[in-house]
């Protein structure tokens, strides 16, 4: 945590990465197994240096996951699940699955809200925490675009009894103007903190601890 904002930096694929993110003082190492993205390692790759990770928690990334990558999800060992799924009324009993699975304290929900959508409120006791991205057509996180702030600064200040989290091309660049709309207490960096996919920047990260610390 730096000056009262939680922080996750998503997508990581190095273990000097995830040594360089946690000196820096974040508070969550994100790793990304869908299959479809730039990001992703298998199974393998973490286990190969899971135990040298710092001692931080790790939030696995998956895509509508059904019960099979599930499964192996939970032989990881990880503390949290970011799930991203199509924002769509039909897809509730797949996020009851989850949650009855995985609990609503470890699931964090991220609905792909296209612009014509609206966010599913019926859907908030399931997870406790929720992350809002940037809408891209067929692609899930990591898109380098920004999200709906406005839309985020609504809906958290309409539930504050859950944990929001802001996503969507979050860098040095746009992050003050980003925290002071949305008044966001959690942020997640990715596309914005890198020099190609999945491999971050430290002066980047270094440069958004600067921010943090300015405001």
């Not at 931080?56 to 970011?82: H, M």
């Not at 991203?84 to 609503?104: C, K, N």
């Not at 675009?145 to 802001?166: C, Q, V, Y």
Request: hydrophobic share 40%.
């Amino acid at each position: 945590m730096v000056n009262g904002i939680e922080i996750k930096v998503c997508g990581l694929t190095k273990l000097s990465d995830a040594i360089a993110a946690a000196s820096l003082g974040v508070d969550y190492l994100g790793f990304n197994f869908f299959q479809e993205s730039p990001r992703c390692q298998s199974y393998e790759d973490y286990l190969s240096f899971a135990a040298k990770l710092p001692d931080l928690p790790k939030v696995a990334i998956a895509v509508s996951p059904d019960r099979e990558i599930f499964t192996d999800l939970l032989k990881l060992g990880i503390d949290f699940y970011q799930f991203h799924y199509p924002a769509d009324v039909t897809q509730r009993s797949m996020l009851q699955e989850w949650s009855s699975i995985f609990g609503p304290e470890k699931l964090w929900l991220a609905p792909r809200i296209a612009p014509d959508q609206s966010f599913d409120e019926d859907a908030l006791p399931l997870a406790d925490t929720w992350l809002l991205d940037a809408y891209r057509k067929d692609v899930y996180g990591g898109t380098g675009r920004t999200s709906d702030w406005g839309e985020f600064a609504r809906i958290s200040k309409s539930h504050p009894e859950k944990n929001w989290i802001l996503a969507g091309g979050l860098g040095p660049d746009n992050l003050q103007a980003a925290l002071l709309e949305t008044q966001a207490k959690r942020i997640d960096l990715n596309s914005g903190v890198e020099v190609s996919p999945g491999i971050k920047d430290p002066s980047k990260l270094e440069l958004v601890k600067n921010v943090l610390e300015s405001l």
